[in-house]
């Protein structure tokens, strides 16, 4: 039982909430200040010059990346998580990311792990393929931002200093998440959870892993993904009339992603702006610009994550579909 606070004595856990809280929101005190800096004229006019077509084409370009990253995580569950149709995935996958956006860092992207669990997918199992899906997004994000900071500290370095790392994570990537859905990391992780407090210690299924081409698989849907949502970064690029190309604009997004995942925001205001400002002006794109397209971007991930929104009014069923032996699964009626 918790023990009130003795009167004359801070209260620690208090202190902590509170610490957790100013911590939250630094991004935005970082974004007041900028546009403290700013001319609300200039930040206007370049909202107000963007060309309405490739604006409207880019929030539709990056929906398609969400069902390439449910069928990700519907490798990454492996065996357990084939009883489960695609469509139902999909929500549970749109659920978490309607709460990542809501969350700082995104970490509501992990309760689909906990979604899954007892209904046919272990409470271990299902936790470490959520974290996995999101150690996939970040870890191609950190090579392909350091890509782009080479290519900002030496421009003579070209297009290679972003080409490279993309094929890095396509060989490396794949081997890297076909050890970690194994069952020994699984269980590492399962132990890491118990030891905090978090989970209990349950059994990882030996059949749990995720096979060396399936895993792949999923580097190469983690590529393609992300090519939609720079495709999308692009398409605002040309509205606003940056000069900057699709392989520049990828790296630089790659950069502001990683930023705006810090939990000091949430969902990367004022982080991403300050990226945006210091990676576009060799570009010659003024602050104004820049944080004009950070506005795009942020009204973006708010769209997609209305959207995702809606995959809360329809929840998958109670038990996933069985599948009798030597047939397929069940199908729905």
């Given at each position: 039982?918790?023990?009130?606070?003795?009167?004359?004595?801070?209260?620690?856990?208090?202190?902590?909430?509170?610490?957790?809280?100013?911590?939250?929101?630094?991004?935005?005190?970082?974004?007041?200040?900028?546009?403290?800096?700013?001319?609300?004229?200039?930040?206007?006019?370049?909202?107000g010059a963007a060309e309405v077509g490739p604006l409207l084409a880019a929030y539709l370009v990056p929906l398609?990346?969400?069902?390439?990253?449910?069928?990700?995580?519907?490798?990454?569950?492996?065996?357990?998580?084939?009883?489960?149709?695609?469509?139902?995935?999909?929500?549970?996958?749109?659920?978490?990311?309607?709460?990542?956006?809501?969350?700082?860092?995104?970490?509501?992207?992990?309760?689909?792990?906990?979604?899954?669990?007892?209904?046919?997918?272990?409470?271990?199992?299902?936790?470490?393929?959520?974290?996995?899906?999101?150690?996939?997004?970040?870890?191609?994000?950190?090579?392909?931002?350091?890509?782009?900071?080479?290519?900002?500290?030496?421009?003579?370095?070209?297009?290679?200093?972003?080409?490279?790392?993309?094929?890095?994570?396509?060989?490396?990537?794949?081997?890297?998440?076909?050890?970690?859905?194994?069952?020994?990391?699984?269980?590492?992780?399962?132990?890491?959870?118990?030891?905090?407090?978090?989970?209990?210690?349950?059994?990882?299924?030996?059949?749990?892993?995720?096979?060396?081409?399936?895993?792949?698989?999923?580097?190469?849907?983690?590529?393609?993904?992300?090519?939609?949502?720079?495709?999308?970064?692009?398409?605002?690029?040309?509205?606003?009339?940056?000069?900057?190309?699709?392989?520049?604009?990828?790296?630089?997004?790659?950069?502001?992603?990683?930023?705006a995942a810090l939990p000091i925001s949430i969902a990367g205001a004022g982080t991403r702006d300050a990226a945006?400002?210091?990676?576009?002006?060799?570009?010659?794109?003024?602050?104004?610009?820049?944080?004009?397209?950070?506005?795009?971007?942020?009204?973006?991930?708010?769209?997609?994550?209305?959207?995702?929104?809606?995959?809360?009014?329809?929840?998958?069923?109670?038990?996933?579909?069985?599948?009798?032996?030597?047939?397929?699964?069940?199908?729905?009626?």
């Open positions: 039982m918790a023990q009130p606070p003795v009167p004359g004595r801070a209260d620690p856990q208090g202190r902590a909430a509170w610490r957790r809280r100013m911590r939250h929101a630094i991004g935005p005190l970082i974004l007041v200040l900028i546009l403290w800096t700013l001319d609300p004229r200039e930040l206007f006019r370049a909202l398609p990346a969400i069902a390439l990253r449910s069928l990700r995580w519907r490798v990454l569950l492996g065996r357990r998580g084939a009883p489960w149709r695609s469509r139902e995935l999909l929500a549970l996958y749109a659920q978490s990311i309607a709460a990542g956006v809501a969350t700082p860092g995104r970490v509501g992207e992990l309760a689909k792990g906990a979604l899954v669990a007892g209904r046919g997918v272990g409470l271990a199992h299902g936790l470490w393929s959520a974290l996995l899906d999101r150690l996939a997004d970040l870890g191609f994000l950190a090579l392909l931002a350091s890509g782009a900071a080479a290519l900002h500290a030496a421009p003579g370095l070209g297009r290679g200093a972003l080409v490279a790392p993309v094929a890095l994570a396509l060989v490396a990537g794949g081997p890297a998440l076909a050890f970690l859905s194994g069952p020994g990391a699984q269980q590492l992780g399962a132990r890491w959870l118990a030891r905090l407090g978090r989970g209990p210690a349950v059994e990882v299924l030996p059949d749990a892993g995720t096979g060396a081409g399936a895993a792949l698989g999923c580097a190469l849907l983690t590529v393609a993904s992300w090519a939609l949502t720079y495709a999308a970064n692009d398409l605002y690029c040309a509205s606003l009339g940056l000069g900057v190309g699709y392989l520049e604009i990828a790296g630089i997004s790659a950069v502001a992603s990683l930023v945006l400002i210091l990676l576009l002006a060799p570009y010659g794109a003024t602050p104004a610009q820049a944080v004009a397209l950070s506005a795009l971007m942020l009204s973006n991930v708010l769209f997609v994550g209305a959207l995702c929104a809606l995959a809360y009014l329809w929840t998958p069923p109670a038990e996933p579909p069985i599948t009798a032996p030597g047939r397929g699964a069940a199908r729905g009626s």
